[in-house]
């Protein structure tokens, strides 16, 4: 990270300074990004939380409320802020950014261009992935939406990584400055093939160029342009499953040979109000491991080229 902003002190666990931008965690499903303000308070259905009190501590911590409930105050990492940023469109999650930042070969010092840049989830995590002496320049052809991300960027401290644009690139494509200079190009239009010629030219020699799309039609026709200039074409379709790992009460008999992806049963002791003794219960607990009910499927497909190397 850039030395003395907040993303390095997040990323060293530094302690909670006024200003800072922090992650309310109430449960998996449940966070929300408040900044602190000395004079603030959070009121949730745990109690008041006065920010005076989170001043000081590490990013970790778990605070208490006047009424005893209790939040965790975690750094706004990437994949947090993933989960609890603005929705102004439709976004990439953490299973298909992490892959188009490993596909793509971005490292610190990288050059990359994206567009467009919409809620800006994935430029959080390139502008990560190329500090700290790399650079994002990101393009979106909405002023207010431009706007909007650059002041999100200023709130998790990523904003001397990350340079907003307002630009339409399927129409102008990208500004003839960055020509030759990319490592990695990123697009993410409803009509990536009128890009692609551009993004051609801003790629380094055997730069990585990568179009999300959420319709196979459009696939098609992305490949089809980069069949011109590009080699190595692929596409991927990533489908995240996820479990949760929770105990459980099961009835144990005799013969049982235990549960599929669960831990030995633990028996519980229960009293007998007959007798007046102890005795093993006949219900144990078990951890068990299940797949969540809401499963996210289908997002979008990610193909990938490699600009050919003119020899």
Avoid at 95 to 112: K, N
């Amino acid at each position: 990270m850039v030395p003395g902003d907040s993303s390095e002190r997040l990323s060293l666990q530094c302690r909670i300074r006024e200003g800072d931008l922090v992650i309310v965690y109430e449960r998996h499903d449940n966070m929300k990004a408040i900044k602190v303000t000395g004079g603030s308070v959070l009121q949730n259905r745990f109690g008041v939380f006065k920010h005076s009190d989170w001043i000081g501590k590490p990013f970790g911590s778990k605070v208490f409320s006047n009424k005893n409930g209790f939040v965790y105050l975690l750094a706004p990492t990437p994949e947090l802020w993933t989960l609890v940023l603005s929705h102004r469109t439709q976004i990439l999650y953490i299973a298909d950014i992490s892959f188009i930042v490993m596909y793509l070969e971005i490292v610190p010092g990288c050059f990359v261009l994206e567009s467009g840049t919409g809620s800006g989830s994935l430029t959080t995590s390139l502008a990560r992935a190329v500090a700290p002496m790399g650079h994002v320049y990101t393009f979106d052809f909405h002023e207010q939406r431009a706007v909007s991300a650059r002041e999100d960027f200023e709130k998790t401290g990523i904003n001397s990584l990350v340079t907003v644009g307002v630009r339409d690139i399927q129409g102008e494509g990208f500004p003839n400055e960055y020509s030759g200079q990319a490592d990695a190009v990123f697009l993410d239009l409803p009509q990536p093939w009128l890009a692609i010629p551009s993004a051609g030219k801003m790629l380094k020699p055997d730069g990585i160029l990568c179009s999300f799309s959420p319709c196979i039609e459009q696939v098609q026709r992305s490949c089809e342009s980069l069949m011109v200039k590009f080699t190595d074409i692929r596409t991927f379709e990533i489908l995240l499953r996820t479990y949760e790992v929770k105990e459980a009460r099961a009835e144990i008999g005799e013969g049982d040979e235990g549960f599929s992806f669960r831990s030995p049963p633990r028996k519980k002791r229960q009293h007998s109000t007959e007798k007046g003794n102890e005795v093993e219960a006949s219900c144990a607990t078990t951890i068990v491991a299940r797949p969540c009910s809401e499963a996210r499927g289908h997002t979008g497909y990610l193909t990938f080229a490699r600009l050919k190397c003119l020899s």
